[in-house]
């Protein structure tokens, strides 16, 4: 309580001194009831998210935003010594209205909407979303071509913490850490036709050993126009060690830590707002994790395929500009195991939820 009482008390101070800052406090609760397998397992109410958050400006060309999430813990990770509950910690830079520079702890410039949209309106992630560390520290310079073109270019921390925290079981045997865990990512974001549709693409090279690269490919393909909402994400990344940990965990963490792995997630969403006060979306994701090329234990093949259906119902009571919105969602997923996986006696069960939520981004100052 001392901690969240001293960094309200410093906003507060650079509020004071900001230009028109603004202070937002994110939060999304529901009651849910979970099944395994169709068998009802319990119902418990539960915050899902809760994030407090300030941006502004200090002059002319000069901005900043912070944002912090109560869900994670305090504790400062040993690579960028910051907290992991600490999203975003960032200063921008606007010389002139072509150019942005921004440093400190910010979004990787990842593509795909689920991965770009705010996260309290994402009631259940793809695996491939879970997995990516979204927030790391480090330096980006973004050119605007014009009010409805941008490229930016990116460099981050691949992650946070120690190689024992990013493989739970140890670097396979041979690798070594490298000594410049850096990611690079360039992202194009452009608006066409009468801004109804926005093409979101990225690129990503990052080294996750000494010698052993990680690649990532992601777009999001965004169609908004009237009640009619859509999008259609493509994800795809290749490693050469198991970064993802998805392949490795499928038997509890019993496993080596896997080499050679590859994961591609397909999301599609459709959204129709029937009035100002109401809203309904469906929403499915594929998603397969293979191995490319033989190593240790692992044979080349495909081991996991994931399909998540999703259905969901909104209310606005206060239109929905206003950012009050009460929702019923239901959330099945279901996983095949295939012989490769089986073989190491791995067991994922389908699971089903259904949630009666409320989600509201409260404007404090």
Same mark, same amino acid.
């Given at each position: 309580?001392?901690?969240?009482?001293?960094?309200?008390?410093?906003?507060?101070?650079?509020?004071?001194?900001?230009?028109?800052?603004?202070?937002?406090?994110?939060?999304?609760?529901?009651?849910?009831?979970?099944?395994?397998?169709?068998?009802?397992?319990?119902?418990?109410?539960?915050?899902?998210?809760?994030?407090?958050?300030?941006?502004?400006?200090?002059?002319?060309?000069?901005?900043?935003?912070?944002?912090?999430?109560?869900?994670?813990?305090?504790?400062?990770?040993?690579?960028?010594?910051?907290?992991?509950?600490?999203?975003?910690?960032?200063?921008?830079?606007?010389?002139?209205?072509?150019?942005?520079?921004?440093?400190?702890?910010?979004?990787?410039?990842?593509?795909?909407?689920?991965?770009?949209?705010?996260?309290?309106?994402?009631?259940?992630?793809?695996?491939?979303?879970?997995?990516?560390?979204?927030?790391?520290?480090?330096?980006?310079?973004?050119?605007?071509?014009?009010?409805?073109?941008?490229?930016?270019?990116?460099?981050?921390?691949?992650?946070?913490?120690?190689?024992?925290?990013?493989?739970?079981?140890?670097?396979?045997?041979?690798?070594?850490?490298?000594?410049?865990?850096?990611?690079?990512?360039?992202?194009?974001?452009?608006?066409?036709?009468?801004?109804?549709?926005?093409?979101?693409?990225?690129?990503?090279?990052?080294?996750?050993?000494?010698?052993?690269?990680?690649?990532?490919?992601?777009?999001? !393909? %965004? &169609?908004?126009?009237?009640?009619?909402? +859509?999008?259609?994400?493509? #994800?795809? $990344?290749?490693? @050469?060690?198991?970064?993802?940990?998805?392949?490795?965990?499928?038997?509890?963490?019993?496993?080596?830590?896997?080499?050679?792995?590859?994961?591609?997630?397909?999301?599609?969403?459709?959204?129709?707002?029937?009035?100002?006060?109401?809203?309904?979306?469906?929403?499915?994701?594929?998603?397969?994790? !293979? %191995? &490319?090329?033989?190593?240790?234990?692992? +044979?080349?093949?495909?081991? #996991?395929? $994931?399909?998540? @259906?999703?259905?969901?119902?909104?209310?606005?009571?206060?239109?929905?500009?206003?950012?009050?919105?009460?929702?019923?969602?239901?959330?099945?997923?279901?996983?095949?195991?295939?012989?490769?996986?089986?073989?190491?006696?791995?067991?994922?069960?389908?699971?089903?939820?259904?949630?009666?939520?409320?989600?509201?981004?409260?404007?404090?100052?």
């Amino acid at each position: 309580m001392k901690k969240i009482l001293l960094m309200l008390t410093m906003f507060s101070a650079v509020c004071a001194l900001a230009q028109k800052p603004q202070v937002t406090l994110d939060l999304e609760t529901s009651a849910n009831a979970y099944f395994t397998e169709n068998e009802f397992d319990q119902m418990a109410f539960k915050v899902n998210r809760l994030r407090f958050g300030v941006q502004g400006g200090l002059g002319d060309n000069l901005s900043y935003h912070f944002r912090t999430t109560y869900h994670k813990s305090s504790e400062p990770f040993s690579l960028d010594n910051m907290s992991g509950a600490i999203e975003l910690a960032k200063l921008t830079w606007s010389p002139n209205e072509k150019l942005d520079f921004s440093a400190g702890k910010m979004f990787v410039q990842h593509a795909g909407y689920e991965n770009y949209v705010n996260v309290i309106l994402v009631r259940e992630f793809t695996d491939f979303n879970s997995c990516i560390e979204v927030y790391q520290t480090g330096i980006q310079g973004t050119y605007h071509f014009n009010p409805l073109h941008q490229l930016t270019f990116q460099v981050t921390n691949n992650m946070a913490g120690t190689w024992g925290e990013l493989y739970p079981s140890g670097l396979p045997a041979g690798v070594e850490p490298t000594k410049v865990p850096f990611m690079g990512t360039v992202n194009w974001d452009g608006y066409f036709a009468d801004k109804t549709v926005r093409l979101m693409y990225s690129t990503s090279l990052s080294q996750v050993a000494k010698g052993k690269n990680m690649f990532y490919f992601m777009c999001g !393909n %965004v &169609y908004e126009n009237g009640p009619v909402f +859509a999008y259609l994400d493509v #994800l795809y $990344t290749r490693a @050469a060690v198991d970064k993802f940990q998805r392949i490795t965990s499928l038997a509890g963490g019993m496993l080596p830590t896997a080499q050679n792995t590859e994961y591609l997630t397909l999301i599609a969403d459709f959204e129709y707002q029937f009035t100002p006060y109401w809203n309904a979306y469906v929403k499915g994701a594929y998603e397969t994790a !293979n %191995v &490319y090329k033989a190593n240790g234990l692992y +044979a080349k093949g495909h081991y #996991l395929t $994931t399909w998540n @259906a999703q259905a969901c119902l909104e209310w606005y009571p206060l239109t929905r500009e206003k950012g009050l919105k009460v929702y019923l969602h239901y959330l099945y997923k279901t996983n095949k195991l295939h012989d490769r996986a089986l073989a190491f006696n791995a067991g994922l069960p389908d699971i089903q939820r259904l949630s009666l939520g409320l989600t509201y981004s409260i404007p404090v100052l």
